[in-house]
């Protein structure tokens, strides 16, 4: 399996059709080109991590094959950045993982992955300068919360306790960006769509991670099991949300994030086309910053899980 080392001289690759790049494969390289026909990049399949495709686009069986040969992954997404489908490299047959995730019935593992994401949003309240009333008692609510995590005895007193949390962070740390309530895929603001984008793009590089030991994504120890959902990603990218929070929070400041570069359609709001690579090269090399940790969390969670380890033994991410 892939070690820390190997995985250091890795690359995501994305490729924008939008702007008309094409790729290419030469004996075992990958080139990308821009709508000039011109070369861009060229890389040796044996650094590829994962490719990212963003529009409308035409793979070829060649391509898949160096794929499934040097372990990368190739996503497709649509302009607006929703996921169309995934050429996947995968350990298919650990087929002891996959029996001890389908016998799994604790829920001890989601206790610890909650208590984690809302410690996070937590240590991101905790750096904001100017602490109103109301932030305080905010805190002091969801410090509560993380005790009362600890008592929790089934899987829906966990998923109150961090839509609670949740709601309480999010109304803190959006406030000044004219924050509405976060809204999952309705695109009802820029801000509800940048996140989507932003959560998107993340969800992917933790999903590359557990292919390659042979997770069966489908099967969560928090998220419980629903038609074509990937409920073991949405567990573990759970602890990871605060990376794209605090860099949402950080670009607006910095004047990186502008409503002007989205657009509103039958009350909707999308991403400007020319404003997609801009978005995308933040978002990436915002995740990039952690792929080390992510790396390491996620090869010691696995190792944990299949040694069938206590809560205390498994890995945590703390959001600097």
């Known amino acids: 399996m892939l070690s820390l080392p190997d995985f250091k001289n890795k690359q995501i690759i994305v490729c924008n059709a939008v702007e008309g790049q094409k790729l290419a494969i030469k004996n075992d390289n990958l080139i990308l080109k821009n709508d000039q026909d011109e070369v861009v ?20 069986s060649v391509l898949i094959e160096r794929s499934k040969k040097f372990g990368f992954s190739i996503y497709l997404l649509s302009y607006s950045h929703r996921l169309l489908a995934v050429v996947n490299s995968v350990a298919e047959g650990n087929f002891l993982l996959r ?11 989601a206790k610890g992955l909650v208590h984690n994401k809302i410690s996070n949003q937590m240590r991101l309240l905790k750096g904001i300068r100017n602490k109103e009333e109301s932030l305080k008692i905010h805190m002091n609510k969801m ?14 007193t966990i998923l109150g306790l961090e839509g609670t949390a949740s709601r309480l ?3 803190e740390w959006y406030q000044h960006m004219d924050w509405k309530g976060r809204k999952p895929r309705t695109k009802t603001d820029y801000l509800n769509t940048l996140l989507d984008i932003g959560y998107t793009y993340l969800f992917n590089f933790i999903e590359c991670f557990l292919h390659l030991y042979g997770f069966d994504v489908y099967m969560g120890v928090y998220h419980k099991e629903f038609y074509m959902r990937k409920s073991l990603v949405c567990d573990l990218v759970e602890p990871f949300r605060c990376i794209i929070d605090k860099k949402m929070r950080l670009g607006y400041n910095l004047g990186q994030i502008k409503i002007e570069d989205f657009e509103e359609r039958q009350g909707q709001y999308f991403l400007k086309l020319d404003r997609n690579k801009y978005y995308v090269k933040i978002i990436i090399e915002e995740i990039l910053l952690h792929k080390e940790k992510i790396f390491v969390y996620l090869q ?5 899980f299949m040694r069938e380890k206590e809560l205390k033994e498994y890995p945590t991410f703390e959001i600097e």
């Open 99 to 109: 029996k001890k995730q389908y016998q799994y019935q604790s829920i001890e593992i």
């Open 300 to 304: 010691q969670y696995y190792r944990c």
């Open 169 to 171: 962070f999010f109304n």
């Open 41 to 60: 990049l060229q890389i040796t399949c044996h650094k590829l991590f994962t490719v990212w495709i963003i529009g409308g686009f035409s793979i070829t």
């Open 143 to 156: 410090s509560g919360y993380l005790e009362d995590l600890s008592q929790a005895t089934n899987n829906q």
